[in-house]
């Protein structure tokens, strides 16, 4: 029998490699980092199986809101009776576990239903409704901890789709808060100083209000940039940079559209913020600190926001795209799949074929997934691609779900998505 001595490095060894093997949750938009990335040392598919069957799949109501993973759980919204609803179902079985109404619910030329994935933060969960209703829940059982209305404690308007009403005054509020350690930052979109608001995660307190921009479309994110932390909005008057601690404007780059159609979420490349609409193009730009001895360099300075460049035919319209070391991968104007080159804006390629829908409406989800990428389509066809730049490389496709808007949740092997009609899970590790 071994010695107890020998015993132990076995064991350390052991507990290490459960460590980096255990699954990573995917409790917000886009993932743990909100970047669309897979997280590193998690599990990836090398290639995908031909015929995948659900592990599970559930009827629910209508609604674009993209599911979460946290904790053995599935938090997810829909539309029930007239009501949008947060749910929490097994991450295993699907069976649900507890739901409560979250606020009436919100119509549009697109549908009806909720839009906005539903942030889980260890024990509580942050759901916020198209018409600017805000809760923490418990995760255990959906009990509310704290709420706020972006319309009635901040002053915030939601008209609907009518007239001239632009950003989420139109189609509703649709970018999820995010997570600062013991706070929560919201866009609010209240022109009463109070377009972002920083919340106490546990009680509901806020802690700061900054701006007077309307909220657009886009989640937010926070990011190190030019040698800051920083919170980062792309709203209706344009991209700005936020401290996270007191809410102070760092930069602030003027970008505006008919209708404030901005969607996509921001991206950092070293000193570069990029994003996209169907009006402005892609656009870059560059985040830098004040020079050396120039006037207002002292801690806590603003920084400086410069146009890096513009590639005014990119027209992105609403589909997020994924940055691999320098380069970009989306959904180009003509429903093209696209590799741009972040340095300049130029395309490196281009693929027609992959996506169906028109290109007004064409959308497809990004994950980082090591050197690949997998590409949830919004017809339900899931494509694994390498990130390479130098041509588009496809190495499988399979069809997992119908028609959709969804960016799926990745967890231990397994992805979590919503279509039209149904909540389901695939297993793409075995």
Known sequence: MPRPSLL?????ICAFIAVTLSAADWPQWRGPARTGYIPDGVAVPATLAADIKPLWHMAIGEGFASPVVCGGKVF??????????????????????????????????????????????????FAQSCKGELKCLKAEDGSEVWHKNFVTDFGAIYIGEKGTAA????????GSPIVDGDNLIAQVGSAKDASIVCFKKATGEVVWKSQKDQ????APIIATVAGRKQFISFTIEGLIGLDTTDGKLLWRAPMTTRLGRHVTTPVVVDDKV??????????????????SGAAGTEAGATLKAEPAWVEKPMLINFASPVVVGKHLYGVGPAKNLVCIDTETGKTAWSKLGVIQTPPDKSFAAFLVAGKNILMLTDTGLLVLFAA???????????QVCGLNWCLPAYVDGKLYMRDAKELLCVELMK
């Open 167 to 174: 950003g989420a005054s139109r189609h509703g509020a649709t």
């Open 388 to 398: 390479d730049p130098a041509e588009y490389k496809e190495i499988a496709r399979t």
């Open 274 to 291: 990029l994003v996209a609409s169907h009006q402005l193009g892609l656009v870059a730009t560059r985040v830098v600190a004040p020079a």
């Open 76 to 125: 997810y919204l829909d539309t029930q009776a007239g009501q949008e609803v947060v749910h929490a179902v097994e991450a295993a079985t699907g069976k649900e576990l507890w739901k409560t109404n979250l606020d009436s619910v919100h119509r549009d030329g697109f549908g009806q239903g909720p839009r906005t994935a539903p942030v889980a933060d260890g024990n509580l969960v």
């Open 8 to 12: 132990r490095p076995f064991a350390l």
């Open 215 to 218: 909220t657009a479309y886009a």
